[in-house]
């Protein structure tokens, strides 16, 4: 399958693996604290990833806001709207990864949505840096097949890229150990963006690696 | 735990629900799409003589324990549910194959 296959693919299911809701009506429903309960959306395992993902990006957003206001800084609403995009689209269930089945009459799987929410959650938490798009590139559904796992990210001005992108490397590399039995080949994190996140006494390390990418908004 | 879970227990949910891991039960097709009970209970019928009577389970589990882990969990008190509740005489290979899938993490 070609990028643009996959691309074409995402924007048709992007509405259909949240069971008919979009990104903007769930951030409604957050807006009013889940209540009323609706149960079409919380019956739907796509709602639920990218609740949790809209919910750990507001966390970070709302820092992000308090700095910006803070520093007088004019704040780039497409980096934020890039990510809520690639929340929605990834979100879906996709496909079934198999586990090994304890009898043959049994078959165990994990569904791509909920590995690229694992891979979302495990490396937003390592810190420093927000995960973007999140793509698993093989045949997932074959075991023994070499996969890459693709990211996108923006590190928060101040932290040295490159250590930022090996520790979240090393919690997504763990993340999937524990609850998926893929070969992975590689873990590809590209960043894309260098975010003004933090107000630090200290200035930022001229010699960090920041610099290389300085392309992000706010800084 | 299995036995007390399986022998209490009033619906294949219900067993899933009280696997230790496991943090929400989904609901199939038919639900999903607000079909009538019976309109969903018909679609499984159908289904059910299309292919091989399978179980489906779909769950949601918490990030503390491998997917595997709660997944064979899961199929254990399953299985173990539907030995209970199955004609007595039934043999193994006559029980519905069971699917588990894990739909979301943490």
């Not at chain 1, 009323?36 to 919380?42: A, G, K, N, Q, V």
């Not at chain 2, 091989?52 to 064979?72: F, K, L």
Request: net charge negative.
């Amino acid at each position: 399958m070609t990028d643009l296959d996959n691309d074409a693919h995402d924007a048709r299911d992007e509405n259909d693996d949240l069971d008919g809701h979009t990104i903007d009506e769930l951030s409604d429903y957050l807006d009013r604290g889940r209540t009323p309960l609706d149960p079409s959306i919380e019956g739907s395992p796509g709602c639920r990833i990218a609740l949790s993902s809209l919910e750990r990006l507001r966390q970070i957003s709302k820092s992000l806001v308090e700095v910006d206001a803070a520093a007088e800084a004019p704040r780039n609403d497409d980096w934020l709207g890039g990510i809520l995009e690639s929340i929605g689209r990834e979100a879906r269930a996709g496909r079934d990864i198999p586990l090994l089945p304890p009898s043959p009459r049994a078959t165990l799987s994990v569904t791509e949505g909920a590995v690229r929410g694992l891979i979302r959650a495990a490396g937003d938490r390592s810190g420093g840096l927000i995960i973007g798009r999140c793509r698993l590139d093989g045949d997932v559904t074959a075991p023994g097949t070499p996969i890459t796992v693709s990211i996108d990210a923006s590190v928060f001005w101040g932290e040295r890229i490159v250590e930022t992108v090996d520790r979240a490397r090393e919690a997504i590399y763990s993340a999937l150990l524990k609850h998926t039995e893929l070969t992975i080949a590689s873990i590809d994190i590209t960043v894309h963006d260098v975010y003004f996140a933090q107000v630090s006494d200290q200035e930022p390390d001229d010699a960090g690696d920041g610099s290389a990418s300085n392309e992000g908004g706010a800084l | 735990m299995i036995d007390e879970t399986s022998a209490s227990a009033a619906s294949i949910d219900d067993v899933v629900r009280a696997v230790p891991g496991v943090t929400s039960v989904y609901p199939q097709l038919p639900e999903v799409l607000g079909l009538p009970t019976v309109v969903a209970g018909l679609a499984r019928d159908v289904a059910a003589h299309l292919v091989e009577p399978t179980v489906r389970i779909r769950i949601g589990i918490a990030d503390a324990d491998a997917s595997r882990a709660v997944c064979e969990r899961v199929h254990a008190a399953v299985l173990e549910y539907l030995l209970q509740t199955a004609p007595v005489g039934t043999p193994a290979d006559e029980m519905p194959k069971i699917a588990v899938s894990v739909v979301a993490i943490g």
